[in-house]
Nanobody, 122 residues
Framework: QVQLVESGGGLVQAGGSLRLSCAAS????????MGWFRQAPGKERELVAA????????YYADSVKGRFTISRDNAKNTVYLQMNSLKPEDTAIYYC???????????????WGQGTQVTVSS
């Protein structure tokens, strides 16, 4: 079983930056694909970014391309989401997720984190 714990959310002004972290327990992290999803009030959960186990395959949603960067440190069992040039529409609860295959929009992850709130003020 893998357990995920996010951190790094908070309140930031538009144009600011935040870095989210997702720490995983267990010995299988380096073999897992990881993804960051977000859910805004009244909206469906959407995939923001994903990274393969090796880091060689990366996906970004069009809405965050050029502003967000996903990365991972397998030695630390941690995946990161660096968020720059934040906009009010980025406000959401952000969740990390783990999967045995590359995370996509239709993936049913084997594990979810509890979520961390990101609020961007205008």
């Amino acid at each position: 079983q893998v357990q995920l714990v996010e951190s790094g959310g908070g309140l930031v002004q538009a144009g600011g930056s935040l870095r989210l972290s997702c720490a995983a327990s267990g010995r299988t992290f380096s073999s897992l694909s990881m993804g960051w999803f977000r859910q805004a009030p009244g909206k469906e959960r959407e995939l923001v970014a994903a990274i393969s186990w090796s880091g060689g395959n990366i996906y970004y949603a069009d809405s965050v391309k050029g502003r967000f960067t996903i990365s991972r440190d397998n030695a630390k069992n941690t995946v990161y989401l660096q968020m720059n040039s934040l906009k009010p529409e980025d406000t959401a609860i952000y969740y990390c997720a783990a999967s045995s295959t590359m995370v996509t929009h239709t993936t049913i992850p084997r594990a979810w984190g509890q979520g961390t709130q990101v609020t961007v003020s205008s």
